[in-house]
């Protein structure tokens, strides 16, 4: 892929494509990355709430950096290095996509998916997993980056398909039967784009280097600095200037999938 780029792509990264972007540059960053737990990030406080209700728990994609407790919850990511080193710490977790989950028709309380819906050919297919896996009154946690416009070489290194616009992501999601009820502006990208700039040359010509920068320094200080998640109702935190990447709260609709 051609990491040069740096506005949206015309049409879609065909699957085979988009999906070997993705496990060969989240193969080698698990590789060579150790676990932080949920407790480090600034969503904690929101899924501890949310834990205390929900014991059938799934996170999908997490890597290394899940959201939800590794006691209790059950883990899917398509990378073998990342799924490894979660057993390795006892979680409960195996190798498989967000397309099609090894689970169960209305199995989870509590679903978490952040960072995914951007990474993948099929939105849809992810969603319609999603809340195939769903129980009744479930909550799901769901991330994705804003605005197409701000499509930049950073996204295509890190195995991005797409941005969204705000009323286009709380479509997908309402046809789905997902409801939103809160956002919060998220995510921890660096603003500077010569700081980008400089993390996508440092990722292609020297990786090894770059990637334990950003696990031993970079990542701890992040999330040692990250802001208080400030939740708004609906998609209220789509509005706030600058917005790069949304956290949304959803619970299943009372309609159902559309």
């Known amino acids: 892929m051609a990491i040069s780029e740096t506005h949206a792509p015309d049409a879609p990264v065909c699957e085979s494509e988009l999906v070997l972007a993705n496990r060969r540059f989240y193969d ?37 950096r899940p959201r939800l407790p590794i006691q209790g919850t059950r883990f899917v990511d398509m990378s073998a290095p990342a799924v490894e080193k979660l057993r390795a710490q006892s979680a409960d977790a195996v190798v498989g996509t967000a397309s099609h989950l090894p689970f169960a028709d209305e199995t989870f309380d509590l679903i978490a998916a952040f960072d995914i819906v951007e990474h993948v050919d099929d939105d849809d297919a992810v969603l319609a997993e999603l809340a195939r896996v769903a129980a009744r009154r479930s909550t799901l946690l769901l991330s994705a980056p804003l605005d197409p416009a701000k499509w930049t070489a950073f996204d295509q290194l ?3 398909g797409r941005r969204y616009t705000p009323g286009e992501l709380q479509g997908k999601l309402l046809r789905h039967g997902w409801a939103v009820e809160s956002t919060a502006v998220f995510g921890m990208q660096p603003k500077s784009s010569r700081l980008l700039d400089y993390s996508v040359w440092q990722l292609q010509n020297r990786p090894d280097r770059a990637i334990w920068v950003y696990d031993r320094i ?14 708004a109702p609906g998609m209220g935190a789509a509005d706030t200037p600058e917005v790069d990447e949304i956290l949304l709260v959803c619970h299943r609709a009372a309609t159902g999938p559309t």
């Open 28 to 64: 080698a960053l698990w590789g060579r990355s150790r676990l932080v737990t949920a407790e480090r990030f600034n969503t904690w406080p929101l899924v501890s709430a949310l834990v205390a209700t929900a014991p059938a728990r799934l996170e999908v994609g997490p890597g290394l």
């Open 158 to 160: 890190v195995g991005h």
């Open 218 to 231: 970079i990542l701890p200080l992040a999330a040692f600095f990250q802001k208080k998640l400030e939740l």
